[in-house]
């Protein structure tokens, strides 16, 4: 008679995850999508940014908790699909069932995360598996951010990091790392969070993790040098809310524009579409915004939406304005937003123009990004760096701007589609976060709101335009001098985790090799 004793659970792999499973665990999916939707409160509108701290912890705690490597990929899935429907959730509007075929694809960049959570802190894993944890899991969630900040997947927006934006510690460590440090050091709390909650065996492992996060944020408070004060450039925001066509639009932009006269502004800024026309065939519309700058004796940066006149195709353009016309000086939009602004392989994905909102036809991309000179006025010799609308999402148009001498970062955005949701609030929120990135001020201004100017540091400069207001605004923005850790080093915190990811992989490989070749053939 053979007796077989119970396999022993050692403290690197588990042999199964521990904890009560419900008979068919219907509960569990349900939960696993509303676990994965908790932490889109952290970015505005509600911005409770604290609890980013601790959201992911009842996603981590179920994933780890699941039976099986597929049922802990599955519900990282179905939390990844939550997380993505609850922070665009103003999209439904316009993409209507498709927001649904979206969430559930790109839910699926969290199902290596999943896993990982599950082969690290699953069953009763030791001190050093948990201490692997702290820096596998973070770096498994960088990744799933990474693929999906893809533009043609929809880019960077809902960065986990982002949600940081009005945190001063969180601000300086974007300035040495960028979003992706912040996320990282996010991810690392909410993991040794869960380990000192749900693993006994390991909750040193999980004090140690939070005090080394700690630690970290509290050396990069004092020891990242910060950019020096180089003067103030008045910039006029003008806003002109929710009117109805482009004509009455430009007529209210004319108007509250010609109030700045004798304010001494050095420049003004219109938002994203704020002119129809192209400038190039119409002679009468490039004399009266060329008037429009003399009146007030600034430069103007208009955008222009429409056909044009030299090249085929739609673009969406920032132009500048002087007292004599177009200076020249043009940046065309190089990245789109999907379905909003073009059709993703329009031949299979057409449909849904008859489902939502999507463009009937697709804009042109430019191919460069622009540094511009101020021409005139009292702010001749300014150099500012456009962005255009969700571009302001992507951390490497903004440190490229900064590298090439922007300085000053000027967003023209419009969200009025989504006005009464938490677009206006979560795109005005990325104006912080990018200029903190770069040691460069941001002006974000709107068309319909939230309009808002930050500075150097991230801090907010003056008055946001709500989605209420329609008015001309001018800020005395602060200038800086110097070049951010993160517009020097670039994206290191994302290698550093990339780096990670792959030796762990390695590791394990020649583990699974080892125990292959040592085990008996039959």
């Known amino acids: 008679m053979r007796v077989r004793f119970p396999e022993r659970t050692s403290g690197r792999f588990p042999a199964r995850a521990s904890g009560p499973t419900p008979a068919g665990g219907r509960w569990r999916a349900p939960c696993a999508v509303v676990a994965g939707a908790f932490p889109a409160l952290a970015f505005p509108a509600p911005s409770l940014w604290w609890l980013a701290y601790a959201a992911l912890v009842p996603w981590l705690l179920l994933v780890r908790s699941a039976g099986s490597p597929r049922r802990a990929a599955r519900e990282a899935w179905l939390g990844g699909a939550g997380f993505l429907l609850a922070v665009h959730h103003w999209l439904l509007p316009s993409l209507h069932v498709f927001i649904l075929v979206l969430a559930a694809l790109l839910g699926l960049l969290w199902v290596p995360w999943g896993l990982l959570v599950h082969r690290l802190l699953g069953g009763r894993p030791g001190p050093g598996r948990v201490a692997a944890a702290l820096v596998l899991v973070p770096a498994g969630w960088l990744l799933a951010e990474l693929v999906r900040s893809w533009e043609y997947l929809g880019g960077p927006w809902g960065l986990l990091g982002a949600s940081q934006w009005q945190v001063p510690p969180a601000l300086r460590l974007a300035s040495v790392g960028g979003v992706w440090l912040v996320g990282l050091l996010l991810v690392a709390v909410n993991t040794a969070l869960a380990a000192l909650l749900a693993l ?191 571009e302001t999402a992507f951390p490497d148009m903004s440190r490229h701007l900064a590298a090439d001498g922007a300085r000053v970062l000027v967003a023209q955005s419009s969200t009025s589609s989504f006005q009464h949701g938490w677009a206006p609030a979560q795109h005005a929120s990325l104006a912080a976060l990018r200029a903190a990135e770069t040691w460069r001020p941001m002006v974000h201004a709107t068309l319909t709101g939230v309009s808002a100017v930050a500075d150097a540091h991230g801090r907010p400069v003056g008055r946001r335009l709500g989605t209420d207001a329609s008015a001309a605004a001018v800020y005395d923005v602060p200038l800086a001098s110097g070049t951010s850790p993160y517009v020097r080093t670039g994206d290191w915190a994302v290698y550093a985790a990339l780096a990670a990811l792959a030796l762990y992989g390695g590791v394990a490989g020649a583990r699974a090799r080892v125990r292959r070749s040592a085990s008996p053939r039959r």
């Open 200 to 390: 006994p065996r390991a909750r040193l492992a999980g004090l140690a993790g939070l005090t080394g996060c700690a630690a970290v944020t509290a050396g990069v408070w004092w020891w990242a040098p910060q950019p020096r004060a180089a003067g103030t450039a008045r910039i006029a925001v003008v806003q002109p809310g929710v009117i109805d066509g482009p004509v009455r639009r430009l007529e209210r932009e004319e108007t509250l524009t010609r109030t700045l006269a004798g304010r001494g502004v050095d420049l003004v800024v219109w938002g994203e579409s704020s002119v129809g026309t192209d400038l190039g065939a119409d002679p009468a519309l490039r004399a009266r915004l060329a008037a429009l700058s003399l009146t007030v004796g600034a430069d103007l940066l208009v955008n222009v939406d429409a056909r044009r006149s030299d090249r085929p195709g739609i673009f969406k353009s920032s132009v500048l304005v002087g007292p004599d016309g177009p200076t020249g000086d043009r940046y065309d939009k190089m990245r789109l937003v999907p379905f909003g602004e073009y059709v993703p392989a329009r031949s299979l994905l057409g449909w849904a123009t008859s489902v939502g909102k999507a463009a009937t036809e697709d804009r042109r991309r430019g191919d460069r990004q622009v540094v511009m000179t101020l021409p005139s006025g009292r702010g001749a010799g300014l150099r500012i760096g456009p962005l255009v609308c969700f």
